[in-house]
């Protein structure tokens, strides 16, 4: 290859298990504000547009959301604050590594693929994350939510980190586990690896994506016909 392939990866649900976690701190806020609590397996459906999103659409629900902004937004805005400040104090807890990750993130490092996250988590919880749970040193790049003026679906998101990293938009693809992660990849012109079961309320088989893998083991099989392409 005369230029690096680039792979981008999303953060919870893609590389990270983080719904446990996530739930932990959701619930410790709800509890405080007098508000319902959520299981695990809700979680996963309303993370993936940040925190802010996920403390509205866990509030309203999706319908009521923009009601809610407005009646609500002061009150909305103290308890995004407190969930931001309990999930950086409890930010691995429980969570855990998706299945493969280590094996694969190595076997890019020895193919010389440039790696990056994109995440829609704050940039600074997502640094945190990933030195905490040791993976961090793989990549070369880590955008969160707040690091440019937009963030995923926008495809720029994924874009401007691949000019940063001098790569080329047709050697390189995304990995991500949503709706959110699939419509930024495909407005940017990027396949897109999508992980069953991820964190969101569609049905895998309702998401734009190239090809599907339940967890990392063989991975290695489908990006290695981008590197020969």
């Known amino acids: 290859m005369t230029q690096n392939y680039t792979i981008l990866f999303d953060l919870d649900g893609t590389l990270v298990d983080t719904a446990p976690d996530l739930m932990n701190a959701h619930n410790h806020v709800m509890t405080k504000y ?17 925190a802010s999103a996920l403390i509205g659409r866990s509030l309203w629900g999706n319908a009521k959301e923009e009601f809610g902004k407005i009646k ?6 103290e308890m995004v604050k407190e969930f931001i400040n309990f999930y950086g104090k409890n930010i691995l807890n429980e969570s855990t590594l998706i299945n493969g990750v280590e094996n694969f993130l190595k076997w890019c490092k020895e193919k010389k693929i440039s790696m990056a996250v994109c995440t829609n988590k704050q940039e600074h919880l997502a640094i945190d994350l990933l030195k905490k749970i040791g993976i961090y040193d793989f990549f070369e790049y880590v955008a969160g939510s707040n690091t440019f003026d937009y963030c995923k679906p926008d495809p720029r ?27 930024a990849a495909k407005s940017a012109s990027l396949p897109i690896i999508l992980l069953e ?15 599907l893998i339940k967890d990392y083991v063989g991975i290695e099989k489908i990006v290695s016909q981008y590197l020969h392409d």
Do not use: C, F, P, W
Request: glycine share 10%.
């Open 72 to 77: 609500n937004q002061k009150t909305k805005n």
């Open 197 to 211: 079961n991820g964190y969101t309320e569609r049905n895998t088989n309702e998401i734009y994506h190239n090809h």
């Open 34 to 50: 007098g508000y319902q609590t959520k299981s695990t397996e809700e979680i996963r459906n309303l993370v993936g547009k940040g």
């Open 157 to 183: 998101h994924l874009t401007s980190i691949i000019e940063i990293l001098n790569g080329d938009i047709k050697k390189s693809l995304m990995i991500g586990d949503s709706e959110t992660d699939a419509n």
